[in-house]
């Protein structure tokens, strides 16, 4: 193998390296975009949750429901306290054998 065939290899494996090389950066940065993107629906979803679950308009049913999402994906707090509230003061005796609603309450205490 002469000089300039030796030269041509390594010119092109090099082109290639760095080629694979930006790839890899580029979807490295697409990744780390994503994840940031999916920790602030998380905290959004969660915002979003609480505020239904404060919300004194809305029916007891879905503030249960946005309460049990809110407790389940790591809130607490005023959130939390609302929710338990909102359980303990839920009339279930008209609702026949056990409910969900005793089932959360029971898991609660």
Same mark, same amino acid.
């Given at each position: =193998?002469?000089?300039?065939?030796i &030269? @041509?290899?390594?010119? !092109?494996?090099? +082109? +290639?390296?760095?080629?694979?090389?930006?790839?890899?950066?580029l979807?490295?940065r +697409?990744e780390?975009?994503?994840?940031?993107?999916?920790?602030?629906?998380? *905290?959004?979803?969660?915002?979003?949750?609480? =505020? &239904?679950?404060l919300?004194?308009n809305?029916?007891i049913?879905?503030?249960l429901h946005?309460g049990? /999402?809110?407790?389940?994906? #790591? #809130?607490? #707090?005023? #959130?939390?306290k +609302?929710?338990? *509230?909102?359980? !303990?003061e839920?009339?279930?005796? !008209? /609702?026949?054998?056990?409910? /969900?609603?005793? @089932? *959360?309450? !029971?898991?609660?205490?």
């Amino acid at each position: =193998m002469d000089l300039k065939t030796i &030269a @041509s290899i390594i010119t !092109s494996l090099t +082109v +290639v390296i760095t080629c694979i090389y930006k790839v890899y950066k580029l979807a490295k940065r +697409v990744e780390d975009k994503l994840e940031a993107y999916d920790n602030n629906i998380r *905290q959004l979803n969660l915002h979003l949750n609480k =505020m &239904a679950l404060l919300d004194t308009n809305l029916p007891i049913i879905d503030r249960l429901h946005a309460g049990e /999402w809110y407790i389940a994906n #790591g #809130g607490n #707090g005023l #959130g939390k306290k +609302v929710y338990n *509230q909102l359980l !303990s003061e839920l009339d279930t005796t !008209s /609702w026949g054998n056990k409910t /969900w609603a005793e @089932s *959360q309450h !029971s898991k609660e205490k």
